[in-house]
């Protein structure tokens, strides 16, 4: 049965005069009207799909029709939606209002203002900020609607009245293969930690280039985890692995997550208790966390310029408040040492005697009953000492190459000499035989001990010859008026007037002769 209607078919058989149209004929007529309808209709959707569109315009039937070789509809086509009017006295007629044009209205009508010629003129956007409101730029009317919160946006106003845009969460489409892979990640650094296969998933983690899109969930996943777990040690560790993997991928832009991944890194570092049983080594997850932050520092520092100051300022405090924790000041301490010797010399010797005042009353027997704390108290001693050993030794590290100490150690004892010669330098004791004897060999100490020969007492032709055979030493040499002068001994004098002759006595004074093994060899023998 056609949805075309028999009476529709006679209504415009009637229009064009035909009138003896039989009735048999009029179901034919109007299945193949039906036919050519649906024929057009389909190329006009073919069209607009061609077309990119998903909404039917008539320029796609007129388009159909051409393609049929149907003569086209003539009108005149306007951009305007159609409205139509319901006829009087009647309820399903309906037609389209359209107004007569008379034609002496159109030609008295006058003439539109000519196109302008293409040209290129110039004109200020802004001037000081502020835009010039001329013709060219837009009307502040559209700058308004163009400042309108978007899809994803949406404004509220607070008790005092200032607005405030509120962005909405937006959708995230991920694979099933990336779904797949971070609950696998997630379940193995939760429940397995300790298994081989976590240990490949840290390694995909650091190399895998196809898991940017996951960055902020692994984020999130850190953040929550370490905020509901800090009782579980094991659980932190693995998620402090986890971050150092992520930051070794070179593949993917982690720098807008570091505001979310820093202060689950701090936690771990500067936490009041990390686990809760007494054979979790919370001290080796806070020297990791603190090695960690370092290399956050060092790599981003550049991009965030207030990165290392902000990190410096909270272990700071940590590590001056007295009413924080020793593990505390512990992680404090190592978290400083971590960012470098400059840091250390700027921001905890000044203030290291005034804290070695605190803590000495919990590292003695007589005033610390509590084992435990005691504990503590010389795991923070240590730590300290060790940052500022490795200061001193940075320091010393930066004075210009020092001469050896001299082949042969001369000792008294039960007024007998005895020499001892190193096989390392039996060549260099070879090509000194045939050299004139030293003036003075060893002056007695107030100690009982036996001082280095004095360079400077040396002949000249010896000094020479043992500079020159000593490693380490340039054996270059400034001639003044035919006088050789060694280049050593004028900027070790100068280096112990700037900061030796301070630091090194501080040292010494607060941690004795533990500051031995932070010497280098060659400094060691000179000023010791």
Not at 101 to 114: G, H, Y
Request: glycine share 4%.
């Amino acid at each position: 049965m056609s949805i075309v209607p028999k009476e529709t078919i006679e209504v415009i058989a009637q229009s064009i005069g035909i009138t003896n149209l039989s009735p048999d004929v009029l179901p034919a007529l109007a299945a193949d009207v039906e036919y050519r309808i649906r024929e057009i209709m389909q190329e006009a959707i073919k069209c607009m799909r061609h077309s990119r569109r998903t909404t039917l315009t008539t320029d796609d039937v007129d388009s159909a029709l051409g393609l049929r070789n149907v003569e086209p509809i003539y009108g005149f086509a306007s951009g305007d939606p159609l409205r139509f009017k319901r006829a009087a006295g009647h309820k399903d007629l309906f037609y389209i209002e359209e107004k007569d044009v008379e034609f002496k209205e159109v030609i008295e009508a006058p003439l539109p203002k000519a196109p302008l010629d293409t040209a290129v003129v110039t004109h200020w956007l802004a001037i000081e900020g502020v835009q010039p409101a001329i013709p060219e730029n837009p009307p502040p009317e559209a700058l308004q609607m163009l400042s309108l919160p978007s899809d994803n946006r949406k404004t509220e106003v607070k008790e005092d009245g200032v607005p405030v845009d509120i962005k909405l969460p937006i959708k995230h489409v991920l694979s099933r293969e990336l779904q797949l892979y971070f609950e696998k990640i997630t379940e193995l650094t939760v429940s397995r930690s300790e298994s081989g296969l976590f240990k490949a998933a840290l390694s995909s983690l650091a190399t895998d280039s196809g898991i940017h899109p996951l960055v902020p969930y692994f984020t999130f996943f850190v953040a929550d985890e370490v905020s509901r777990n800090l009782n579980n040690y094991s659980l932190l560790f693995a998620l402090m692995r986890l971050v150092w993997s992520l930051l070794q991928n070179p593949h993917i832009h982690i720098e807008p997550y570091l505001h979310q991944l820093m202060p689950s890194v701090m936690t771990c570092l500067v936490a009041k208790r990390l686990g809760n049983k007494l054979s979790d080594n919370h001290w080796v997850l806070r020297n990791f966390t603190a090695n960690l932050v370092a290399s956050i520092c060092k790599r981003f520092g550049h991009v965030y310029h207030n990165l290392q100051p902000r990190v410096t300022k909270t272990l700071l405090h940590a590590f001056l408040d007295p009413s924080k924790a020793l593990p505390q000041h512990y992680g404090a301490i190592q978290g400083l040492a971590s960012l470098g010797p400059n840091v250390v010399r700027m921001l905890v010797l000044p203030n290291l005697e005034a804290y070695l005042q605190l803590l000495e009353p919990e590292m003695q027997l007589e005033k610390q009953k509590n084992e435990m704390k005691r504990h503590e108290a010389w795991v923070v001693y240590g730590a300290l000492m060790r940052a500022a050993g490795m200061c001193m030794y940075d320091r010393l590290k930066m004075l210009p190459s020092l001469p050896s100490p001299p082949p042969r150690a001369v000792w008294k004892s039960n007024a007998k000499v005895v020499t001892t010669v190193s096989n390392k330098r039996k060549a260099s004791m070879d090509n000194m035989t045939n050299q004139p004897p030293l003036k003075k060999l060893a002056t007695d100490s107030s100690m009982g001990g036996t001082t280095p020969p004095n360079i400077g007492a040396m002949d000249p032709n010896l000094q020479s010859s043992t500079n020159n055979n000593m490693p380490g030493s340039s054996g270059r040499k400034d001639i003044l008026g035919g006088q050789r002068l060694l280049k050593t001994p004028a900027a070790l004098d100068q280096a112990w007037k700037d900061d030796a002759r301070k630091l090194i006595p501080l040292l010494h004074k607060h941690f004795g002769d533990s500051m031995l093994p932070f010497f280098p060899p060659p400094e060691a023998s000179l000023f010791l």
